[in-house]
């Protein structure tokens, strides 16, 4: 604990010299504080990468000595393998793109409504509105 007190105190000098120190001192200041934050948080980033990669080697470890030990061997599920006739003719009619089968870039293809399509769906709607509306009762005689 006597290190994070050490580097508590330097942090208090630091803000209590960025008042007073002249301007270029402060920055240079802030510099090196920054640089200082940057290689621990490298370090740090390696430490957990290094434990990370150790768990998973061990993990593996474990599981081929589990596979060994096992006499029935489990067969892999077939895997499904799409239809390349799509892809290929694309591919046909347009040989100078070739990241065609991305999303963002097939061509898009709007339709609009017209005047009549509009009121075509105007009339159905009012239609529908109509057979839905409750029963009037007949005056009696």
Known sequence: MQYKDEMRRLIDIVKQQSFNAPLVQTLDDLKTMTNAVKDLSDR????????????TKTANKKASKKKAK?????????SIKPNNTQQQ???TTTPSTATNSLPTNNNVSASSFSAKDISDMRN???????ALQPIKPTPSF
């Open 44 to 55: 740090v980033e390696m430490r957990v990468r290094k434990s990370l990669t150790a768990d």
């Open 70 to 78: 096992k006499s029935k061997a489990i067969k892999p599920f077939p």
């Open 89 to 91: 003719t694309q591919q």
């Open 124 to 130: 159905d709607f009012v239609q529908k509105q109509q």
